[in-house]
T-cell receptor, first 109, second 113 residues
Framework: RKEVEQDPGPFNVPEGATVAFNCTYS??????FFWYRQDCRKEPKLLMS???SGNEDGRFTAQLNRASQYISLLIRDSKLSDSATYLC??????????FGSGTKLNVKP | EPEVTQTPSHQVTQMGQEVILRCVPI?????FYWYRQILGQKVEFLVS????????KSEIFDDQFSVERPDGSNFTLKIRSTKLEDSAMYFC???????????FGQGTRLTVV
């Protein structure tokens, strides 16, 4: 069973659209949750941490449901520059980071 | 903003040769990691390092691999006898206290020919 699972996509959306990505994790003892963004052939870069109460950063909203072991990312008003692969990342109680396979987003004009 | 730096950015090596990938983590961080990503595939965990020793390693991290933190700042990954399937992007990462996010270096693209 995969530790972190994501829909690989791709999600092809027009500029201005709202798009949502989901992620599930298997380890109920997981401590910290993140969304990273990865551009082609580049390193993962932190987009935002995900908190139990949900959190928002501009056009991006992240939600965590610990009972369902489910994490989501909502992007509003998509921009061309949002095109990338979005990685769901979970840190366990032994400080190891587990990566989902990523969800590819293509925002088109 | 502090960053993790990796050198070289690209290394080409012949099969069977040894390579050393170098990383300078963020200075006050405590946890250090190596990950790899084969082209088109997911980011895979190799090894984590804490308190001057390996805390966990994956099944990928066999006897051909080793890590060192020789001088308190550098963090190296050595592959003793490279194989074609070792070709990948290797990312170093570091993290502060427990539960904190990880910062990734820009990666070393290793090509084994």
């Amino acid at each position: 069973r995969k530790e972190v699972e994501q829909d690989p996509g791709p999600f092809n959306v027009p500029e201005g659209a709202t798009v949502a990505f989901n992620c599930t994790y298997s380890n109920s003892a997981s401590q910290s949750f993140f969304w990273y963004r990865q551009d082609c052939r580049k390193e993962p870069k932190l987009l935002m941490s995900v908190y139990s109460s949900g959190n928002e950063d501009g056009r991006f909203t992240a939600q965590l449901n610990r009972a369902s072991q489910y994490i989501s990312l909502l992007i509003r008003d998509s921009k061309l520059s949002d095109s990338a692969t979005y990685l769901c990342v979970v840190r366990d109680n032994f400080n190891k980071f587990y990566f989902g396979s990523g969800t590819k987003l293509n925002v088109k004009p | 903003e502090p960053e993790v730096t990796q050198t070289p950015s690209h290394q080409v090596t012949q099969m069977g040769q040894e390579v050393i990938l170098r990383c300078v983590p963020i200075s006050n961080h405590l946890y250090f990691y190596w990950y790899r990503q084969i082209l088109g595939q997911k980011v895979e965990f190799l090894v984590s390092f804490y308190n001057n020793e390996i805390s966990e390693k994956s099944e990928i991290f066999d006897d051909q691999f080793s890590v060192e933190r020789p001088d308190g700042s550098n963090f190296t990954l050595k592959i003793r006898s490279t194989k074609l399937e070792d070709s990948a992007m290797y990312f170093c990462a570091s993290s502060g206290r427990t539960g904190d996010k990880a910062f990734f270096g820009q990666g070393t693209r290793l090509t084994v020919v």
